[in-house]
């Protein structure tokens, strides 16, 4: 029987972009996890991406995943299986039509493969306990001094509307 594991995640960017930072709260049994990072110019888009994927890549061995998020952007493409289309289409959205953060959605397709998962959406900033640590950790991030980079930010991408 496979452990049962809840994720809670949460993406935050001051601008878009801008200073943005990660979060996830990871639940087993009695036990729980905190994770988050940031990086010193980025989306909320990409952050809420990597708060999926780091905390998925944390787990040791396959789980039964309930991933909570206040992402539609993340939640939808999951449970509505819109990645299945990008992935059949070599990770874009058709011809002459780029996929935005592909190299997160395939990161996040392979880190979600090895688990049973189970896609939640909540609304943000509505009063859930372990959403509301998320956002204050991913807040948190992105007032931290020199952060690095996020290597997959590419300015003229954002500039011609394309993350």
Same mark, same amino acid.
């Given at each position: !029987? =496979?452990?049962q594991v809840t994720i809670y995640t949460d993406g935050s960017s001051r601008g878009n972009p801008g200073p943005g930072g990660y979060a996830a709260v990871l639940q087993a049994g009695s036990h729980q996890k905190e994770l988050s990072g940031g990086f010193a110019k980025t989306t909320n888009?990409? !952050? %809420?991406l990597m708060a999926a994927i780091? &905390?998925? %890549? &944390?787990?040791k061995q396959p789980c039964a995943v309930q991933l909570v *998020?206040? *992402?539609k952007y993340v939640v939808d493409a999951m449970r509505q299986g819109w990645i299945h289309g990008w992935k059949k289409k070599g990770w874009s959205r058709g011809p002459k039509k780029p996929? =935005?953060?592909a190299e997160l959605w395939q990161r996040l397709d392979r880190a979600a493969s090895a688990h049973e998962m189970t896609w939640t959406w909540v609304k943000g900033h509505a009063g859930n306990p372990m959403n509301e640590r998320c956002d204050e950790l991913a807040v948190a991030e992105t007032e931290k001094p020199n952060?690095?980079?996020d290597p997959g930010f590419i300015e003229d991408h954002? %500039?011609?509307?394309?993350?």
């Open positions: !029987m =496979k452990h888009n990409r !952050m %809420e780091v &905390a998925l %890549e &944390a787990l *998020s206040d *992402s996929l =935005k953060n952060l690095q980079p954002d %500039e011609q509307g394309l993350l």
